[in-house]
Protein backbone atom coordinates (compact mmCIF):
# COMPACT_ATOMS: atom_id res chain seq x y z
CA UNK A 1 0.00 0.00 0.00
CA UNK A 2 2.98 2.38 -0.99
CA UNK A 3 2.45 5.62 -1.81
CA UNK A 4 4.32 6.03 -4.94
CA UNK A 5 6.41 8.84 -6.38
CA UNK A 6 7.33 8.68 -9.99
CA UNK A 7 9.47 11.28 -9.83
CA UNK A 8 11.22 11.35 -13.04
CA UNK A 9 9.34 12.33 -15.80
CA UNK A 10 5.80 11.43 -15.88
CA UNK A 11 4.92 11.91 -18.74
CA UNK A 12 2.89 10.41 -21.43
CA UNK A 13 5.94 10.56 -23.37
CA UNK A 14 8.44 8.18 -22.27
CA UNK A 15 10.77 9.57 -24.04
CA UNK A 16 14.22 9.25 -22.31
CA UNK A 17 15.32 12.06 -24.40
CA UNK A 18 16.53 14.76 -22.16
CA UNK A 19 17.28 13.97 -18.93
CA UNK A 20 16.03 16.92 -16.97
CA UNK A 21 16.05 15.65 -13.12
CA UNK A 22 13.57 17.17 -11.15
CA UNK A 23 11.02 16.82 -9.19
CA UNK A 24 9.57 18.83 -6.42
CA UNK A 25 8.66 18.72 -3.38
CA UNK A 26 9.07 15.29 -2.82
CA UNK A 27 11.81 13.03 -4.47
CA UNK A 28 13.18 14.25 -7.81
CA UNK A 29 12.20 11.13 -9.42
CA UNK A 30 15.08 9.81 -10.72
CA UNK A 31 15.44 13.19 -10.93
CA UNK A 32 15.29 13.06 -14.43
CA UNK A 33 12.66 13.16 -16.74
CA UNK A 34 11.84 11.22 -19.14
CA UNK A 35 11.17 13.36 -21.58
CA UNK A 36 11.12 17.34 -21.38
CA UNK A 37 7.40 16.99 -23.80
CA UNK A 38 4.84 15.50 -21.57
CA UNK A 39 2.56 15.02 -24.56
CA UNK A 40 2.01 11.79 -25.27
CA UNK A 41 1.21 12.78 -29.46
CA UNK A 42 4.19 15.18 -29.12
CA UNK A 43 6.25 14.07 -32.30
CA UNK A 44 10.00 13.97 -30.60
CA UNK A 45 13.13 12.38 -31.71
CA UNK A 46 13.39 8.96 -31.49
CA UNK A 47 12.86 7.24 -27.39
CA UNK A 48 14.87 6.89 -24.70
CA UNK A 49 17.88 9.43 -27.00
CA UNK A 50 20.62 11.24 -24.08
CA UNK A 51 23.70 11.64 -25.12
CA UNK A 52 24.32 8.87 -21.76
CA UNK A 53 21.70 6.37 -23.12
CA UNK A 54 22.85 6.04 -26.35
CA UNK A 55 26.71 6.00 -25.99
CA UNK A 56 27.34 3.68 -28.99
CA UNK A 57 30.09 1.57 -26.85
CA UNK A 58 26.89 0.10 -25.10
CA UNK A 59 25.10 -0.88 -28.50
CA UNK A 60 25.54 -4.95 -28.31
CA UNK A 61 26.09 -7.14 -31.48
CA UNK A 62 24.64 -10.60 -31.84
CA UNK A 63 27.78 -12.21 -30.98
CA UNK A 64 27.97 -10.45 -27.79
CA UNK A 65 25.27 -13.21 -26.38
CA UNK A 66 26.40 -13.76 -22.32
CA UNK A 67 26.13 -17.17 -20.91
CA UNK A 68 24.66 -17.94 -17.61
CA UNK A 69 24.07 -21.42 -15.84
CA UNK A 70 20.46 -22.81 -17.44
CA UNK A 71 18.95 -23.99 -14.18
CA UNK A 72 15.98 -21.95 -13.04
CA UNK A 73 17.30 -22.04 -9.57
CA UNK A 74 20.37 -20.28 -10.78
CA UNK A 75 17.97 -17.26 -12.11
CA UNK A 76 15.72 -17.36 -8.60
CA UNK A 77 19.26 -17.08 -6.77
CA UNK A 78 20.33 -14.11 -8.96
CA UNK A 79 17.15 -12.17 -8.12
CA UNK A 80 17.98 -12.40 -4.47
CA UNK A 81 21.44 -10.67 -6.22
CA UNK A 82 20.18 -8.07 -8.30
CA UNK A 83 17.26 -6.76 -5.59
CA UNK A 84 19.56 -6.77 -2.87
CA UNK A 85 21.80 -4.74 -4.88
CA UNK A 86 18.80 -1.92 -5.28
CA UNK A 87 18.00 -2.49 -1.83
CA UNK A 88 21.74 -1.50 -0.28
CA UNK A 89 21.60 1.70 -2.55
CA UNK A 90 18.45 2.46 -1.13
CA UNK A 91 19.13 2.19 2.09
CA UNK A 92 22.61 4.34 1.50
CA UNK A 93 20.10 7.07 0.39
CA UNK A 94 19.46 7.03 4.23
CA UNK A 95 22.49 5.86 5.82
CA UNK A 96 25.19 7.80 3.83
CA UNK A 97 23.20 10.91 1.52
CA UNK A 98 20.58 11.77 3.55
CA UNK A 99 23.07 11.76 7.05
CA UNK A 100 26.03 13.21 5.05
CA UNK A 101 23.32 16.55 4.61
CA UNK A 102 21.70 16.32 7.90
CA UNK A 103 25.08 16.54 9.53
CA UNK A 104 26.10 19.47 7.43
CA UNK A 105 22.81 21.41 8.38
CA UNK A 106 21.87 22.69 11.73
CA UNK A 107 18.20 21.49 11.21
CA UNK A 108 17.76 18.33 12.95
CA UNK A 109 16.79 17.46 16.64
CA UNK A 110 19.81 15.07 18.15
CA UNK A 111 17.07 12.48 19.58
CA UNK A 112 15.57 12.54 15.69
CA UNK A 113 18.89 11.62 14.48
CA UNK A 114 20.12 9.32 16.98
CA UNK A 115 16.19 7.40 16.06
CA UNK A 116 16.83 7.69 12.29
CA UNK A 117 20.49 6.47 11.82
CA UNK A 118 20.78 4.00 15.10
CA UNK A 119 18.09 2.00 13.64
CA UNK A 120 19.70 1.92 9.92
CA UNK A 121 22.99 1.79 10.66
CA UNK A 122 22.73 -1.69 11.75
CA UNK A 123 20.62 -3.08 8.60
CA UNK A 124 22.89 -1.15 6.59
CA UNK A 125 26.43 -3.09 7.36
CA UNK A 126 24.27 -6.27 7.87
CA UNK A 127 23.30 -6.33 4.05
CA UNK A 128 26.13 -5.04 2.77
CA UNK A 129 27.49 -9.18 3.83
CA UNK A 130 24.53 -10.43 2.87
CA UNK A 131 24.89 -9.22 -0.35
CA UNK A 132 28.68 -9.96 -0.66
CA UNK A 133 27.81 -13.87 0.46
CA UNK A 134 25.13 -14.17 -2.56
CA UNK A 135 27.25 -12.97 -5.09
CA UNK A 136 30.36 -14.79 -3.58
CA UNK A 137 28.26 -17.92 -4.31
CA UNK A 138 26.63 -17.20 -7.82
CA UNK A 139 30.66 -16.58 -8.91
CA UNK A 140 30.99 -20.37 -7.40
CA UNK A 141 27.62 -21.45 -9.45
CA UNK A 142 29.15 -19.89 -12.79
CA UNK A 143 32.34 -21.34 -12.69
CA UNK A 144 34.13 -17.92 -11.90
CA UNK A 145 36.26 -19.62 -9.40
CA UNK A 146 39.16 -22.09 -8.75
CA UNK A 147 36.04 -23.91 -6.98
CA UNK A 148 36.77 -28.24 -7.59
CA UNK A 149 33.42 -29.34 -6.83
CA UNK A 150 31.21 -27.00 -8.48
CA UNK A 151 28.28 -28.93 -7.83
CA UNK A 152 28.22 -28.18 -3.93
CA UNK A 153 27.87 -24.48 -4.60
CA UNK A 154 24.49 -24.40 -7.19
CA UNK A 155 22.39 -23.83 -4.27
CA UNK A 156 21.07 -20.77 -2.26
CA UNK A 157 19.10 -21.93 0.42
CA UNK A 158 22.13 -22.67 3.00
CA UNK A 159 22.76 -18.91 2.29
CA UNK A 160 19.33 -17.71 2.59
CA UNK A 161 18.69 -19.60 5.98
CA UNK A 162 22.01 -18.19 7.18
CA UNK A 163 21.05 -15.05 6.90
CA UNK A 164 17.75 -14.93 7.59
CA UNK A 165 18.20 -16.01 11.18
CA UNK A 166 20.62 -13.32 11.34
CA UNK A 167 18.07 -10.98 9.98
CA UNK A 168 15.66 -12.15 13.25
CA UNK A 169 18.28 -10.23 15.66
CA UNK A 170 17.70 -7.05 13.80
CA UNK A 171 13.99 -7.16 14.34
CA UNK A 172 14.40 -4.53 17.03
CA UNK A 173 15.57 -1.84 14.29
CA UNK A 174 12.60 -3.12 12.45
CA UNK A 175 10.00 -2.56 15.29
CA UNK A 176 11.24 1.19 15.34
CA UNK A 177 10.36 2.11 11.62
CA UNK A 178 6.93 3.21 12.61
CA UNK A 179 8.25 5.54 15.32
CA UNK A 180 11.06 6.84 13.14
CA UNK A 181 8.22 7.59 10.32
CA UNK A 182 6.21 9.26 12.76
CA UNK A 183 8.52 11.60 14.44
CA UNK A 184 10.26 12.47 11.20
CA UNK A 185 6.66 13.55 9.98
CA UNK A 186 6.17 15.60 13.24
CA UNK A 187 9.92 17.39 13.08
CA UNK A 188 9.13 18.68 9.68
CA UNK A 189 5.39 19.66 11.22
CA UNK A 190 6.76 21.62 13.29
CA UNK A 191 10.05 23.20 11.80
CA UNK A 192 10.12 25.34 8.55
CA UNK A 193 13.68 24.64 8.89
CA UNK A 194 13.89 21.09 8.58
CA UNK A 195 11.05 20.77 6.33
CA UNK A 196 12.71 22.97 3.33
CA UNK A 197 15.78 20.69 4.19
CA UNK A 198 13.94 17.70 3.51
CA UNK A 199 11.98 18.56 0.44
CA UNK A 200 15.61 19.96 -0.99
CA UNK A 201 17.03 17.01 0.12
CA UNK A 202 14.27 15.24 -2.21
CA UNK A 203 15.54 17.27 -4.87
CA UNK A 204 18.50 15.43 -5.29
CA UNK A 205 19.14 12.92 -7.95
CA UNK A 206 19.76 10.04 -5.16
CA UNK A 207 16.55 10.65 -4.14
CA UNK A 208 14.24 8.91 -6.63
CA UNK A 209 11.65 8.02 -4.36
CA UNK A 210 9.91 10.16 -1.88
CA UNK A 211 12.07 10.17 0.93
CA UNK A 212 9.48 8.36 3.84
CA UNK A 213 8.87 5.22 1.07
CA UNK A 214 12.68 4.46 2.04
CA UNK A 215 11.81 4.32 5.32
CA UNK A 216 9.40 1.83 4.35
CA UNK A 217 11.79 -0.20 2.44
CA UNK A 218 13.13 -2.66 5.24
CA UNK A 219 9.67 -3.86 5.63
CA UNK A 220 9.27 -4.11 2.34
CA UNK A 221 12.15 -6.27 1.75
CA UNK A 222 11.02 -8.91 4.22
CA UNK A 223 8.18 -9.92 1.65
CA UNK A 224 10.42 -9.92 -1.49
CA UNK A 225 12.94 -12.55 0.45
CA UNK A 226 9.80 -14.42 1.62
CA UNK A 227 8.24 -14.44 -2.30
CA UNK A 228 11.91 -15.84 -3.29
CA UNK A 229 11.79 -18.35 -1.35
CA UNK A 230 8.12 -19.59 -1.90
CA UNK A 231 9.13 -19.56 -5.71
CA UNK A 232 12.58 -21.55 -4.77
CA UNK A 233 10.19 -24.12 -2.58
CA UNK A 234 7.64 -24.43 -5.57
CA UNK A 235 10.82 -25.22 -7.79
CA UNK A 236 12.45 -28.22 -5.87
CA UNK A 237 11.12 -31.28 -5.53
CA UNK A 238 11.16 -32.36 -1.85
CA UNK A 239 13.97 -34.71 -2.31
CA UNK A 240 16.01 -31.85 -3.58
CA UNK A 241 19.64 -31.49 -1.17
CA UNK A 242 18.31 -27.84 -1.21
CA UNK A 243 14.71 -28.44 -0.28
CA UNK A 244 15.08 -28.55 3.14
CA UNK A 245 17.18 -25.74 3.81
CA UNK A 246 15.26 -23.07 1.40
CA UNK A 247 11.90 -24.34 3.23
CA UNK A 248 13.23 -23.67 6.56
CA UNK A 249 14.27 -20.40 5.37
CA UNK A 250 10.55 -19.63 4.22
CA UNK A 251 9.09 -20.72 7.53
CA UNK A 252 11.66 -18.21 9.58
CA UNK A 253 10.72 -14.99 6.95
CA UNK A 254 7.26 -15.96 6.75
CA UNK A 255 7.53 -15.56 10.88
CA UNK A 256 9.06 -12.14 10.61
CA UNK A 257 6.30 -10.63 7.97
CA UNK A 258 3.73 -12.14 9.99
CA UNK A 259 4.74 -10.67 12.89
CA UNK A 260 5.73 -7.14 11.21
CA UNK A 261 2.79 -6.78 8.59
CA UNK A 262 0.12 -5.02 10.67
CA UNK A 263 2.55 -2.39 11.57
CA UNK A 264 3.41 -2.12 7.99
CA UNK A 265 0.12 -1.60 6.45
CA UNK A 266 -0.58 1.41 9.53
CA UNK A 267 2.81 3.06 7.93
CA UNK A 268 1.92 2.21 4.53
CA UNK A 269 -1.36 4.33 4.94
CA UNK A 270 -0.13 6.91 7.00
CA UNK A 271 2.79 7.30 4.58
CA UNK A 272 0.20 7.86 1.75
CA UNK A 273 -1.63 10.51 3.62
CA UNK A 274 1.26 12.61 3.89
CA UNK A 275 2.63 12.47 0.04
CA UNK A 276 -0.80 13.61 -0.84
CA UNK A 277 -1.36 16.27 1.17
CA UNK A 278 1.76 17.57 -0.35
CA UNK A 279 -0.05 17.52 -3.44
CA UNK A 280 -3.22 19.06 -2.24
CA UNK A 281 -3.83 22.77 -1.27
CA UNK A 282 -6.97 23.85 0.37
CA UNK A 283 -6.66 21.21 2.82
CA UNK A 284 -5.19 21.48 6.33
CA UNK A 285 -6.18 18.49 8.24
CA UNK A 286 -5.65 15.77 5.52
CA UNK A 287 -4.04 13.52 7.79
CA UNK A 288 -6.26 12.60 10.65
CA UNK A 289 -6.58 9.45 13.42
CA UNK A 290 -9.14 6.77 11.29
CA UNK A 291 -8.75 7.94 8.02
CA UNK A 292 -7.36 5.60 5.46
CA UNK A 293 -6.60 6.40 1.76
CA UNK A 294 -8.74 4.14 -0.71
CA UNK A 295 -7.97 5.56 -4.52
CA UNK A 296 -7.55 8.53 -6.34
CA UNK A 297 -7.43 9.27 -10.20
CA UNK A 298 -9.31 11.50 -13.00
CA UNK A 299 -12.52 11.27 -13.48
CA UNK A 300 -15.01 14.45 -15.80
CA UNK A 301 -17.27 16.17 -13.98
CA UNK A 302 -20.69 17.46 -14.93
CA UNK A 303 -20.89 20.87 -14.90
CA UNK A 304 -23.54 23.88 -16.35
CA UNK A 305 -21.26 23.96 -19.21
CA UNK A 306 -20.34 20.54 -20.08
CA UNK A 307 -17.75 17.67 -18.50
CA UNK A 308 -14.87 19.37 -16.94
CA UNK A 309 -11.41 17.04 -16.15
CA UNK A 310 -11.13 16.95 -12.45
CA UNK A 311 -9.20 14.39 -10.14
CA UNK A 312 -10.91 12.63 -7.34
CA UNK A 313 -9.41 11.28 -4.03
CA UNK A 314 -11.41 9.04 -2.20
CA UNK A 315 -11.01 8.28 1.26
CA UNK A 316 -12.82 6.23 4.21
CA UNK A 317 -14.86 8.96 5.02
CA UNK A 318 -14.40 11.06 2.13
CA UNK A 319 -14.56 12.25 -1.74
CA UNK A 320 -12.47 15.08 -3.00
CA UNK A 321 -12.32 16.85 -5.80
CA UNK A 322 -9.93 19.14 -7.57
CA UNK A 323 -8.59 20.58 -10.05
CA UNK A 324 -4.57 21.21 -11.20
CA UNK A 325 -3.40 24.84 -10.84
CA UNK A 326 -1.10 26.65 -12.63
CA UNK A 327 1.12 27.03 -9.89
CA UNK A 328 4.62 27.06 -9.95
CA UNK A 329 4.48 23.84 -7.28
CA UNK A 330 1.86 21.59 -9.95
CA UNK A 331 -0.59 21.45 -6.45
CA UNK A 332 -4.37 20.22 -6.99
CA UNK A 333 -6.68 22.90 -5.79
CA UNK A 334 -9.33 21.31 -3.77
CA UNK A 335 -12.79 22.42 -5.51
CA UNK A 336 -14.76 20.78 -3.05
CA UNK A 337 -15.88 17.51 -1.20
CA UNK A 338 -18.60 15.08 -0.33
CA UNK A 339 -18.84 13.17 3.13
CA UNK A 340 -19.15 9.52 2.50
CA UNK A 341 -21.60 8.89 5.72
CA UNK A 342 -25.52 9.02 3.93
CA UNK A 343 -24.25 9.07 0.52
CA UNK A 344 -25.77 7.02 -2.46
CA UNK A 345 -24.25 6.43 -6.00
CA UNK A 346 -26.27 5.51 -9.27
CA UNK A 347 -25.37 4.84 -12.68
CA UNK A 348 -26.99 7.62 -14.83
CA UNK A 349 -25.57 7.13 -18.41
CA UNK A 350 -29.25 7.58 -20.26
CA UNK A 351 -30.28 10.22 -17.98
CA UNK A 352 -27.24 12.70 -18.62
CA UNK A 353 -26.28 10.77 -22.02
CA UNK A 354 -22.95 10.61 -21.48
CA UNK A 355 -21.06 7.10 -21.30
CA UNK A 356 -19.92 5.90 -18.10
CA UNK A 357 -21.54 8.80 -16.06
CA UNK A 358 -22.59 8.37 -12.08
CA UNK A 359 -24.14 10.09 -9.94
CA UNK A 360 -23.01 10.52 -6.97
CA UNK A 361 -26.03 11.76 -3.93
CA UNK A 362 -24.63 13.30 -0.67
CA UNK A 363 -26.97 14.40 2.53
CA UNK A 364 -25.92 18.39 1.38
CA UNK A 365 -24.88 18.25 -2.70
CA UNK A 366 -24.77 15.91 -5.48
CA UNK A 367 -22.35 15.67 -8.52
CA UNK A 368 -22.42 13.78 -11.92
CA UNK A 369 -19.05 12.66 -12.71
CA UNK A 370 -18.35 10.42 -15.85
CA UNK A 371 -15.26 7.90 -16.38
CA UNK A 372 -13.15 7.27 -18.90
CA UNK A 373 -13.77 3.83 -19.72
CA UNK A 374 -16.20 1.57 -18.42
CA UNK A 375 -13.60 -0.55 -16.47
CA UNK A 376 -12.78 2.78 -14.63
CA UNK A 377 -15.89 3.29 -13.75
CA UNK A 378 -17.07 0.15 -12.55
CA UNK A 379 -13.33 0.49 -10.17
CA UNK A 380 -14.49 4.05 -8.65
CA UNK A 381 -18.57 2.59 -8.55
CA UNK A 382 -17.35 -0.80 -6.60
CA UNK A 383 -14.79 0.98 -4.38
CA UNK A 384 -17.01 4.09 -3.24
CA UNK A 385 -19.89 1.82 -2.41
CA UNK A 386 -17.51 0.17 -0.16
CA UNK A 387 -16.76 3.55 0.75
CA UNK A 388 -20.11 4.32 1.64
CA UNK A 389 -20.62 0.54 3.60
CA UNK A 390 -17.69 1.44 5.40
CA UNK A 391 -18.68 4.75 6.72
CA UNK A 392 -22.52 3.58 7.02
CA UNK A 393 -21.19 1.33 9.58
CA UNK A 394 -19.01 3.73 11.51
CA UNK A 395 -20.28 5.94 14.76
CA UNK A 396 -21.58 8.39 11.95
CA UNK A 397 -20.49 11.18 10.31
CA UNK A 398 -16.93 12.24 10.09
CA UNK A 399 -15.08 15.35 11.07
CA UNK A 400 -15.53 17.96 8.78
CA UNK A 401 -12.48 19.29 6.74
CA UNK A 402 -10.76 22.01 7.96
CA UNK A 403 -9.78 23.45 3.89
CA UNK A 404 -7.24 26.73 4.34
CA UNK A 405 -8.89 28.38 1.66
CA UNK A 406 -12.98 27.64 1.59
CA UNK A 407 -13.52 24.95 -1.44
CA UNK A 408 -15.50 26.14 -4.03
CA UNK A 409 -17.86 23.72 -4.28
CA UNK A 410 -20.15 25.95 -6.35
CA UNK A 411 -17.34 27.38 -8.14
CA UNK A 412 -17.63 30.30 -10.79
CA UNK A 413 -15.00 29.86 -12.91
CA UNK A 414 -15.38 25.54 -12.88
CA UNK A 415 -14.98 26.32 -17.22
CA UNK A 416 -11.84 27.97 -16.55
CA UNK A 417 -10.40 25.35 -14.85
CA UNK A 418 -6.90 24.63 -16.21
CA UNK A 419 -6.82 22.51 -19.37
CA UNK A 420 -3.57 23.16 -20.03
CA UNK A 421 -1.65 20.46 -22.22
CA UNK A 422 0.98 17.95 -20.92
CA UNK A 423 3.23 20.27 -23.47
CA UNK A 424 2.93 23.45 -21.43
CA UNK A 425 3.09 21.29 -18.13
CA UNK A 426 6.75 20.25 -19.11
CA UNK A 427 7.32 23.54 -21.45
CA UNK A 428 9.27 25.03 -18.42
CA UNK A 429 11.93 22.20 -17.37
CA UNK A 430 13.56 21.34 -20.32
CA UNK A 431 17.09 22.65 -19.06
CA UNK A 432 19.28 19.49 -17.80
CA UNK A 433 20.13 21.34 -14.67
CA UNK A 434 17.47 23.27 -13.69
CA UNK A 435 15.80 21.68 -10.96
CA UNK A 436 13.04 23.68 -9.62
CA UNK A 437 10.52 22.33 -7.09
CA UNK A 438 7.87 21.02 -9.35
CA UNK A 439 5.64 18.71 -7.97
CA UNK A 440 4.94 17.53 -11.81
CA UNK A 441 6.19 14.10 -11.74
CA UNK A 442 4.13 12.17 -8.92
CA UNK A 443 1.70 9.25 -9.61
CA UNK A 444 -1.63 11.86 -9.16
CA UNK A 445 0.06 13.91 -11.47
CA UNK A 446 0.47 10.25 -13.78
CA UNK A 447 -2.98 9.87 -13.54
CA UNK A 448 -4.11 12.97 -14.17
CA UNK A 449 -2.63 12.97 -17.67
CA UNK A 450 -3.21 9.40 -18.89
CA UNK A 451 -6.74 9.58 -17.49
CA UNK A 452 -6.58 6.74 -15.27
CA UNK A 453 -6.99 5.70 -11.53
CA UNK A 454 -4.98 3.81 -9.03
CA UNK A 455 -6.08 2.46 -5.61
CA UNK A 456 -4.28 1.55 -2.06
CA UNK A 457 -4.52 -1.96 -3.56
CA UNK A 458 -2.93 -1.33 -6.56
CA UNK A 459 -0.09 0.61 -4.32
CA UNK A 460 -0.10 -2.24 -2.13
CA UNK A 461 0.63 -4.93 -5.24
CA UNK A 462 3.10 -2.25 -6.63
CA UNK A 463 5.38 -3.02 -3.27
CA UNK A 464 5.66 -6.70 -4.08
CA UNK A 465 6.15 -6.58 -7.66
CA UNK A 466 9.19 -4.93 -7.61
CA UNK A 467 12.41 -5.82 -9.70
CA UNK A 468 16.30 -4.91 -10.57
CA UNK A 469 18.12 -6.27 -13.00
CA UNK A 470 19.82 -5.87 -16.80
CA UNK A 471 18.03 -5.43 -19.51
CA UNK A 472 18.51 -5.09 -23.39
CA UNK A 473 16.70 -1.86 -24.58
CA UNK A 474 16.11 -2.00 -28.83
CA UNK A 475 17.53 0.97 -30.60
CA UNK A 476 14.77 2.67 -32.97
CA UNK A 477 16.30 2.40 -35.90
CA UNK A 478 18.13 -0.08 -36.05
CA UNK A 479 19.13 -3.87 -35.14
CA UNK A 480 21.33 -2.90 -31.88
CA UNK A 481 20.79 -3.40 -28.45
CA UNK A 482 21.81 -1.25 -25.26
CA UNK A 483 22.43 -2.56 -21.91
CA UNK A 484 21.14 -1.40 -19.13
CA UNK A 485 20.52 -1.95 -15.36
CA UNK A 486 16.70 -1.50 -14.66
CA UNK A 487 14.82 -1.16 -11.43
CA UNK A 488 11.17 -1.35 -11.63
CA UNK A 489 9.22 0.15 -8.52
CA UNK A 490 6.44 2.11 -7.68
CA UNK A 491 5.03 1.69 -11.36
CA UNK A 492 7.95 3.25 -12.86
CA UNK A 493 11.23 1.73 -14.75
CA UNK A 494 14.65 3.24 -13.89
CA UNK A 495 17.06 3.33 -16.10
CA UNK A 496 20.65 3.19 -15.20
CA UNK A 497 24.13 2.67 -16.85
CA UNK A 498 25.43 -0.25 -14.42
CA UNK A 499 23.97 -1.35 -11.37
CA UNK A 500 26.86 0.86 -9.56
CA UNK A 501 25.03 4.47 -10.55
CA UNK A 502 24.28 6.24 -7.43
CA UNK A 503 21.55 7.75 -9.34
CA UNK A 504 19.04 7.00 -12.62
CA UNK A 505 19.49 8.79 -15.93
CA UNK A 506 16.01 8.19 -17.15
CA UNK A 507 12.53 6.45 -16.04
CA UNK A 508 10.02 5.78 -17.70
CA UNK A 509 6.17 5.72 -15.36
CA UNK A 510 4.21 2.54 -16.84
CA UNK A 511 0.53 3.47 -15.62
CA UNK A 512 -1.61 3.37 -18.96
CA UNK A 513 1.05 1.60 -20.80
CA UNK A 514 0.31 -1.83 -22.73
CA UNK A 515 2.55 -5.31 -21.85
CA UNK A 516 2.83 -7.38 -25.24
CA UNK A 517 4.81 -9.77 -26.94
CA UNK A 518 6.30 -8.39 -30.71
CA UNK A 519 4.04 -10.40 -33.62
CA UNK A 520 5.81 -11.38 -36.71
CA UNK A 521 5.62 -8.32 -38.65
CA UNK A 522 7.58 -6.47 -36.07
CA UNK A 523 10.96 -7.97 -37.35
CA UNK A 524 12.22 -8.73 -33.23
CA UNK A 525 13.60 -11.90 -34.68
CA UNK A 526 15.06 -12.58 -30.69
CA UNK A 527 14.14 -14.33 -27.57
CA UNK A 528 12.59 -13.20 -24.31
CA UNK A 529 11.47 -9.76 -25.90
CA UNK A 530 8.53 -7.81 -24.51
CA UNK A 531 6.93 -4.56 -26.42
CA UNK A 532 5.66 -1.47 -24.09
CA UNK A 533 3.46 1.03 -25.85
CA UNK A 534 1.43 4.00 -25.03
CA UNK A 535 -0.48 5.89 -27.94
CA UNK A 536 2.70 6.64 -30.69
CA UNK A 537 5.30 5.73 -28.20
CA UNK A 538 7.15 1.76 -28.13
CA UNK A 539 9.51 0.12 -26.79
CA UNK A 540 11.01 -3.10 -27.31
CA UNK A 541 13.67 -5.12 -23.74
CA UNK A 542 15.06 -8.33 -23.54
CA UNK A 543 15.23 -10.46 -20.76
CA UNK A 544 18.32 -12.86 -20.52
CA UNK A 545 16.54 -16.30 -20.08
CA UNK A 546 12.62 -17.30 -19.64
CA UNK A 547 12.33 -16.88 -16.44
CA UNK A 548 13.77 -13.41 -15.91
CA UNK A 549 11.48 -12.53 -19.15
CA UNK A 550 8.61 -14.62 -17.24
CA UNK A 551 9.20 -12.12 -13.95
CA UNK A 552 9.63 -8.67 -15.88
CA UNK A 553 6.23 -9.37 -17.39
CA UNK A 554 4.33 -10.37 -14.43
CA UNK A 555 5.86 -7.33 -12.44
CA UNK A 556 5.30 -5.03 -15.37
CA UNK A 557 1.46 -6.29 -15.47
CA UNK A 558 0.60 -5.67 -12.25
CA UNK A 559 1.26 -1.71 -13.00
CA UNK A 560 0.06 -1.29 -16.41
CA UNK A 561 -3.49 -3.82 -15.78
CA UNK A 562 -5.01 -1.86 -12.32
CA UNK A 563 -7.53 -4.77 -11.27
CA UNK A 564 -10.70 -4.07 -9.59
CA UNK A 565 -10.46 -4.54 -5.94
CA UNK A 566 -12.59 -8.10 -6.49
CA UNK A 567 -9.50 -9.10 -8.80
CA UNK A 568 -6.94 -7.32 -7.16
CA UNK A 569 -8.03 -9.62 -3.33
CA UNK A 570 -8.06 -12.76 -5.55
CA UNK A 571 -4.57 -12.52 -6.31
CA UNK A 572 -3.51 -11.52 -3.17
CA UNK A 573 -5.69 -14.64 -1.99
CA UNK A 574 -2.32 -17.43 -2.34
CA UNK A 575 0.09 -14.86 -1.03
CA UNK A 576 -0.24 -14.89 3.45
CA UNK A 577 1.38 -11.44 3.61
Known amino acids: MVYSKIRGSLTGSPHLSELS ?15 PNLSPDAKQSSPLISPLLNDPSCIRTDDEEEKFPSEKAYFIAKEVATTER ?31 FSNFEPLHK ?46 VHLWKHNEILIELENGIKNSRKLETFCRDFELQKVCYLPLNTFLLRPL ?66 LVIPGREFIRLGSLSKLSGKGLQQRMFFLFNDI ?13 FKVHGHLPLYGMTIEESEEEWGVPHCLTLRGQHQSIVVAASTRAEMDKWTEDIQMAIDLAEKSSGPGPELLASSPPDNKSPDETTVDQESEDDLSASRTSLERQSPHRGNTT ?17 IAVENQLSGNLLRKF ?32 LPLLGYSLTIPSESENIHKDHVFKLHFKSHVYYFRAESEYTFERWMEVIRSATSSASRTQALSHKEPHAY
Open 476 to 507: KNSNGWQKLWVVFTNFCMFFYKSHQDNHPLAS
Open 319 to 331: LLYTSRGLTASNQ
Open 220 to 285: HRLMHYKQIMERLCKHYPPSHTNFRDSRAALAEISEMVAQLHGNMIKMENFQKLHELKKDLIGIDN
Open 444 to 460: VHVCWHRNTSVSMIDFS
Open 126 to 171: FHTGFLKEIEQRLALWEGRSNAHIKGDYQRIGDVMLKNIQGMKQLT
Open 21 to 35: INSQGGPSVANMSLS
Open 86 to 116: TYLKDLEVITSWFQSAVNKEDCMPEALKNLI
